[in-house]
């Protein structure tokens, strides 16, 4: 059981708009801690995607935007492309575990 | 480039004991704080251990509180992870990776190295 709740799985089409939560708790999330999103492609190491809840490392497209409200926080995917299949992770801070929390992932299927 | 490269794991008994490291080049490696993260065959990422950029400071997931140890030599430019006591809940692969401050977002990650506990 994550600390952090993701969907198992989303799809979309490719040129869709597809959205992955990520629900916490007031300890992690909600006492405004930043959530970060990595995304890893099969058999290959996480990258980072997103951090400090919407900023993007240089290189990522703008296509990968985040939003946080509350104790939630979602990546948004536009133009959805065949290349984007991959399990996405979302990460933050928890203060009563002292330590970095994780989601237990979601796997996005381009159909 | 920025690189970070984990040492082979390997197959250990239970309650045996392994010594991981991850060597880092490209960057100021004592600048930044480093942390492992694992993930178990078919599972997700779960959060094992960070150590900030001067080594004076650990954090460990319950899970291997007292039995794992992290630490980090900035004049070798490498961080390590002493297993010990270990189970077969351990076995996955592990990854080593950079942050720029204790428990911020991980932006260079390792290609990963597998454990197992059999």
């Known amino acids: 059981q994550s600390v952090l709740t993701q969907p198992p799985s989303v799809s979309g089409a490719p040129g869709q708009v597809v959205t992955i939560s990520c629900t916490g708790s007031?300890?992690?999330?909600?006492?405004?801690?930043?959530v970060h999103w990595y995304q890893q492609l099969p058999g290959t190491a996480p990258k980072l995607l997103l951090y400090?809840?919407?900023d993007r490392p240089s290189g990522v497209p703008e296509r990968f935007y985040g939003s946080q409200s509350g104790t939630s926080a979602s990546l948004h995917i536009s133009g959805l492309q065949v290349e984007d299949e991959a399990d996405y992770y979302c990460?933050?801070?928890?203060?009563?575990?002292?330590?970095?929390?994780f989601g237990g992932g979601t796997k996005l299927t381009v159909l | 480039e920025v690189q970070l490269l984990e040492s082979a794991g390997g197959l250990v008994q239970p309650g045996g004991s392994l010594r991981l490291s991850c060597a880092a080049s490209?960057?100021?490696?004592?600048?930044?704080?480093m942390t492992w993260v694992r993930q178990a065959p078919g599972k997700g990422l779960e959060w094992v251990s960070t150590?900030?950029?001067?080594?004076?400071?650990?954090y460990y997931a319950d899970s291997v509180k007292g039995r794992f140890t992290i630490s980090r030599d900035n004049s070798k430019n490498t961080l390590y992870l002493q297993m010990s006591s270990l189970r077969a809940e351990d076995t996955a692969v592990y990854y080593c990776?950079?942050?720029?401050?204790?428990?911020?977002?991980?932006?260079?990650w390792g290609q990963g190295t597998t454990v197992t506990v059999s």
């Open positions: 990460q933050s801070y928890d203060r009563t575990l002292s330590g970095a929390v």
């Open positions: 490209g960057f100021n490696f004592n600048v930044y704080a």
């Open positions: 400090g809840n919407m």
């Open positions: 990776a950079k942050s720029f401050t204790i428990f911020n977002a991980m932006d260079v």
């Open positions: 007031g300890s992690n999330i909600g006492a405004g801690y930043d």
């Open positions: 150590i900030n950029n001067g080594g004076g400071i650990t």
